[in-house]
């Protein structure tokens, strides 16, 4: 920013709760917003001080809102800082990591719909963090602070301010706040913006556990989220969002429980999906795709981002160009035996994975690979998300006439947001 004039306005006593602070109007040429600086004890010019770059959040700031975590680092920098005995909390306008609230708004929208954060922001055109911190700088020059300890969990921060001429001296951690809401803002936050936060495994709602595994081939939980009318999307090879966010995260804590994550080519060429455990911490299970003919793309985000390659089924009949091709990328490619209308052989897949040390493994679709897992009487346990609303599309499970109809044994219901979760052990009709 050249040419950047930031001035001290005027200070003012605040008392709160954690004690009595300074509260210091800053003016600039910039961008014309009212920055604060909240100032806590006496700042010795040659010591470092312990601060807090703290960017708007009105939503959470003042509203409370359990979307982020932003109100709960707010407070927490206040009490940090007053157990310190001195420190500093520059606030900036800076709604929506500088996107603005109205579409901060729309981003929110967005994330309703099934983007993360980032992919919110960056549809609207926006970067994925907008936010600048020169005038942060300036006000803690300002105040005569030469080095810093930064109550931060973003390495960005850090770069951008020592590159501003403030040494950041110690990185203070900032424990999550987690909630089911803000479950998958916080991963995105570790998985795509680089932040040092720590989940600690936690899961905000109770997880069904997979089954042991039966002798001869892993067990198999089947998984996915429905309309109430049964329908998984509205046509064929067209994605669409039905969890809400906290069954999202159940779904993501319930991949942490086994082994691998298998689904049918049609849903990698819909979806894209990547498969890995983004809203909680803890280990990515290994992908599986079953591909009869190799129809998976070079491109696909199993090969690209995912940090363990996929292994894909196919069968004897499949292109050995693109088998190379694949392997070249990395894939881990098996042929199998083919049943009769050319599709892989789902019991000779199994035995093939239990062969190599896959005990528990998670089955989330798409249709035509839920129904087939179900007419091969090869599910263990079921867990199906509800979503309220009519899609009148493609439905979940295709016609099991002449393979016997599965029954829930011990079944569990839970409500998370506006979703029911059914859960059960699956009995099947000749069972005791």
Known sequence: MKNLVVERRACARIPTEVGEFQLCYYQNNHD????????????????????????????????????????PQLNQAMRQIAQAGAGIIVYLRQEGRGIGLLDKLRAYNLQDEGYDTVEANLML???????????????????????????????????????LGIPVLKRVPMPAALNVENAAYLATKVERMRHLLNLNGR????????????????????????????????QRGQPMALSGQESLTLTHQLRTG?????????????????????????????????????RLPLTARLLTEHPRKPIVATTETADPQKEAALQDAGAIVVRLPATANGQVSLPALLACLHKHGIHRLMVEGGAGIITSFLAGRLVDRLVITVAPLL??????????????????????????????????DVRWPDEN
């Open 203 to 234: 899961s905000p709602v109770p997880v069904p556990q997979p089954k042991p595994a039966p002798n001869g081939r892993p067990s198999v939980t089947l998984s996915y989220a429905q309309s109430l009318d049964g329908s998984i999307t509205r």
């Open 125 to 163: 055109g926006h970067q994925a963090d907008a936010r600048d911190y020169t005038i942060a700088a300036r006000i803690l020059q300002d105040l005569g602070v030469s080095a810093v300890r930064l109550l931060t969990n973003n390495p960005s921060k850090i770069e951008s301010l020592e590159a």
């Open 32 to 71: 014309q917003k009212e920055h604060l600086a909240l100032v806590f004890g006496k700042i010795e010019p040659q010591q470092s001080v312990l601060v807090r770059i703290h960017s708007e959040c009105f939503t959470g700031d003042v509203l409370g809102s359990l979307r982020c975590d932003c109100g």
């Open 391 to 424: 899609v009148g599309g493609l439905n979940a499970v295709g016609n099991l006439n002449g393979h016997g109809l599965p029954q829930l044994k011990n079944p569990h219901t839970q409500w998370l947001g506006k979703d029911m979760v059914l859960s059960g």
């Open 258 to 294: 086994h082994d691998a994550i298998l689904v049918g080519i049609g849903t990698v060429l819909a979806d894209d999906p990547r498969l890995t455990v983004r809203l909680v911490a803890g280990p990515d299970p290994q992908p599986i795709i079953v591909d009869s003919q190799l």
